[in-house]
């Protein structure tokens, strides 16, 4: 397994601003909230904190489905996004075309706009054919959250912390 500071040596890290070149651990937290309290404490007190790093670790993709999807709603989100596009077309136009009749313009664009993005979502739609009836969103959250600081500072932080008010630190 590469570890991040051999993947970064190679060129294929995050770079030098997502890299410390000997880190340790301050400690584990359960939530970023607890991991962000202990930098926070630590800068209140001067600590170097750009000598930090907040590192997300047990990575899970979690999806919360928000309702379902149905030809009304589909039929729906592609009118609007269409008159959205056409009215923005149309905008253009008027404002760069030198048409005697900018309304008209403006209208048949937003026109054309609301067909087309119907059309387009309908047929978007018929073509899943009933595979994903549902609206979701989705995000990557790490179950633990571990705070790290370089070799050479790692004693003063922990000294610093020991003197923290609040719960203690988990490793």
């Known amino acids: 397994m590469t570890s991040a500071a051999d993947a970064n040596r190679r060129g294929i890290g995050p770079g030098p601003v997502l890299d410390l070149k000997y880190p340790k651990s301050l400690g584990?937290?359960?939530?970023?909230?607890e991991a962000q309290t202990v930098v926070d404490y630590l800068s209140d007190q001067e600590f170097p904190v750009e000598n930090c790093m907040i590192v997300g670790t047990d990575l899970k993709q979690v999806e919360r489905v928000t309702g379902?999807?149905?030809p009304a709603r589909v039929a729906l989100g592609g009118l609007v996004s269409g008159i959205w596009f056409g009215l923005f077309v149309g905008l253009v136009f008027a404002l760069f075309?030198?048409?005697p009749d900018a309304v008209a313009t403006i209208l048949w664009t937003v026109a054309f706009g609301a067909f087309f993005g119907l059309a387009w979502a309908m047929t978007g739609y018929a073509l899943t054919r009933g595979r994903r009836d549902f609206v979701s969103v989705s995000q990557v959250v790490a179950t633990r959250?571990?705070?790290?600081t370089e070799h050479n500072l790692v004693e003063r932080a922990h000294e610093l912390l020991d003197h923290r008010p609040g719960p203690p630190t988990l490793t």
């Not at 959250?145 to 790290?148: A, S």
């Open 97 to 99: 075309a030198q048409t």
């Open 68 to 70: 379902r999807l149905t």
């Open 28 to 33: 584990v937290f359960e939530t970023y909230p």
């Open 145 to 148: 959250y571990e705070v790290l």
